[in-house]
């Protein structure tokens, strides 16, 4: 009995020597994480006498907290929101930021390229400027009467059509401002509102601009606007058809499609196009019922709105190689009957001439 319990011994013996070897202080698989605190200090790198030494710098400096032009949070729970992303055109450059109720549109381009692009938006869709201060990075419009909001037609039928002179004597103006930033440009649009009097409306120095616009919504949907013009190019002088000569060609040409169908060609870009056909609409008598700039349609009134057999029409302004093509149509997919598409683009040809 002693004997085996003798043999039992030495493995466990040989079983804790073995441990030490392997993992004890001397062993080949040991803790090494205390060994910085063997380490010795050696001494810095001496530069030859025929040399120079440059003093090394942080490539990102972290500023002081307290000092400069930035947030400082009070606690961990005292944090600023990100800035959120309403709209963006990757290709153009152009980004709509938003914070609560305030935005403010982002543009990679100069201010002084783009201040003639934003006025022609403006002057080009009815709102004519009557402050222009470069210097300053400033432009207003002038007082306007805004037309009644249709909810049914949506809150942006046409930025031409949606100002008008009439008998309500509330008017509205509009402030934009330039500011550079890391290479670009932020435009801030402000809003005002008043009401005309026995006196005359303020003059543009005696305007009383508060920090946030009276009507956030309706900016909004100028920003948009502004956004999906820039986005388009604007007015690229050099390239746009508005620079060119057109004394030689015509305005615009009826034609027909691959299909036999009727259309109006129009030589010009297609801001400037957009807006001829709206005024063309007008002159014509051919009402609207709401439009969608983006989609480039104009969607038209029925004859006779009782008439549920009267199909409403559609009129499509979309870019093709040969200019800006006008096409009446029922839908996307189906395109009105010849000579009805001929009766509305002759009487949008006599308004446009």
């Known amino acids: 009995m002693q004997s085996f319990r003798l043999i039992a011994l030495v493995p466990l013996c040989l079983g804790l020597m073995g441990c030490s070897y392997l993992f004890g202080e001397e062993g080949h698989f040991r803790e090494r994480a205390m060994d910085y605190k063997r380490a010795d200090s050696i001494a810095p790198l001496s530069v030859p ?7 090394l710098k942080q490539r990102y400096p972290i500023p002081a907290v307290g000092k400069g032009n930035f947030y400082v949070p009070k606690d961990s729970d005292d944090l600023p929101k990100p800035q959120a992303l309403v709209n963006v055109n990757e290709d153009a450059g152009v980004e709509l930021r938003g914070d609560d109720d305030r935005h403010w549109l982002v543009v990679n381009q100069p201010a002084d390229r783009l201040w003639p692009q934003v006025k022609e938006f403006l002057v080009s869709n009815g709102l004519m400027v009557d402050v222009e201060n470069a210097d300053q990075g400033v432009m207003e419009t002038r007082w306007l009467k805004p037309r009644p909001r249709e909810e049914e037609q949506g809150f942006w039928a046409g930025v031409w059509d949606f100002f008008s002179w009439g008998e309500d004597n509330v008017r509205e103006r509009f402030r934009l401002t330039f500011k550079p930033e890391a290479g670009g440009t932020v435009i801030d649009i402000n809003h005002v509102q008043t009401r005309k009097g ?32 820039l986005g388009e190019g604007g007015r690229r002088v050099g390239f746009s058809v508005l620079s060119q000569d057109l004394t030689a060609l015509p305005k615009f040409v009826m034609t027909w499609d691959g299909n036999g169908y009727p259309v109006l060609v129009i030589n010009q870009d297609f801001n400037r196009a957009w807006q001829d056909v709206g005024l063309a609409l007008s002159k014509a008598r051919i009402e609207v019922e709401d439009l969608d700039r983006s989609l480039g349609i104009y969607y038209l009134r029925k004859n006779d709105p009782s008439d549920d057999e009267e199909k409403p029409l559609q009129l499509r302004v979309a870019r093709s190689e040969s200019g800006i093509q006008v096409s009446v149509q029922y839908d996307d997919d189906t395109l009105a009957p010849k000579e009805e598409s001929a009766a509305v683009l002759n009487r949008l040809r006599e308004g446009l001439e």
Request: charged share 40%.
């Open 49 to 55: 006498d025929d040399m120079q030494s440059k003093e």
């Open 198 to 229: 026995e006196d005359a409306l303020p003059q543009a120095a005696d305007v009383d601009w508060s920090d946030e616009p009276e009507d956030p919504e309706l900016v909004l949907i100028l920003y948009n606007e502004l956004l999906d013009f």
